[in-house]
C-alpha cells in the first residue's frame, strides 16, 4: 500500500549518519595543533562555518612551516578513538546501516577507521605535491553531508543524523532527526533547533527517540 507521497507505508528503513571527528574521534588539526604548537591550526569547523576559507587557511600555515602530511600522518597514528565510542557504533551496526559522513580525507582516515572497526565512510581527498606537500584539496562533492542525507532519504531510508559542528547543520536539517552530540555553545546558540546530547548513552537514546524506539539499548 502506497501513501500520497508514493512511499510504500511502513517501508521506511532506518539509516543512521554520523559526522567523526568530534562525535567518534578527536578534531585531528587540534591534536596536530598541540604537537606543532601553532595555535592556528586549533581553529575548527566548530569555530569557522566557511568550510573552504578554513582549509586555506590551514593549507597557507602548512606551507610557510614547511609541513608536509607525513608530519600529519605521524599525529593520526598516536590519536584513539574517544572512551567507548567502539561500543557505541558496534551497537548501532549490530543492527542498523551507519554510514559515516565527514569533512575529513581518506589520507587521514585509515588508521582511525581500522581502530572502529572499518565503518563505511564518504569523504574528501588531499592533493599532495612534491616532497608530500599538500597542495590542495578536492572534495568529493559540494555541501556533501547533506547531499547524502538527501540521496538516503530518496532511496526509503527514514535518516537519523548527528554531528557536532557548523558543517553538520544542513546534514542535521536534511535529516528526518538531527541532533547536535557535545557541540560547542556558539554552534547551540546559532541552531537551537537540534537537541544537544553530551554522552553516548544520550546519543543513543535521542536515536530511539527518534527511530521509533528501534535502536538497540
Not at 581500522?114 to 568529493?140: K, M, N, S
Request: neutral net charge; hydrophobic residues 40%; proline residues 6%.
Amino acid at each position: 500500500m502506497r501513501d500520497g507521497t508514493g512511499d510504500a507505508k511502513g517501508a521506511r528503513v532506518n539509516i543512521v549518519c554520523l559526522d567523526l571527528e568530534g562525535v567518534l574521534i578527536p578534531e585531528i588539526w587540534i591534536e596536530f595543533s598541540k604537537l606543532t604548537r601553532i595555535a592556528e591550526l586549533a581553529r575548527t569547523t566548530r569555530d569557522e562555518p566557511d568550510y573552504d576559507k578554513l582549509m586555506r587557511g590551514r593549507l597557507d600555515i602548512l606551507a610557510r612551516s614547511k609541513l608536509g602530511l607525513p608530519d600529519i600522518q605521524k599525529v593520526i597514528d598516536g590519536m584513539r578513538p574517544f572512551p567507548g565510542a567502539r561500543e557505541f557504533l558496534d551497537g548501532l551496526r549490530a543492527r542498523f546501516q551507519v554510514v559515516i559522513l565527514s569533512d575529513t580525507f581518506n589520507q587521514f582516515a585509515q588508521p582511525l577507521m581500522r581502530q572502529l572497526g572499518w565503518p563505511t565512510l564518504f569523504c574528501h581527498a588531499l592533493e599532495v605535491g612534491t616532497g608530500d606537500r599538500i597542495t590542495g584539496y578536492a572534495l568529493r562533492i559540494d555541501d556533501g553531508k547533506r547531499r547524502a542525507v538527501t540521496a538516503l532519504r530518496a532511496l526509503n531510508f527514514r535518516v537519523v543524523a548527528a554531528g557536532d559542528s557548523y558543517n553538520d547543520t544542513t546534514m542535521l536539517a536534511a535529516a528526518d532527526a538531527g541532533i547536535l552530540f557535545r557541540p560547542p555553545q556558539n554552534v547551540i546558540d546559532d541552531f537551537p533547533q537540534f537537541p544537544v546530547t553530551r554522552t553516548y548513552d544520550e546519543l543513543r537514546g535521542a536515536f530511539v527517540a527518534a527511530s521509533g524506539g528501534e535502536l538497540p539499548a
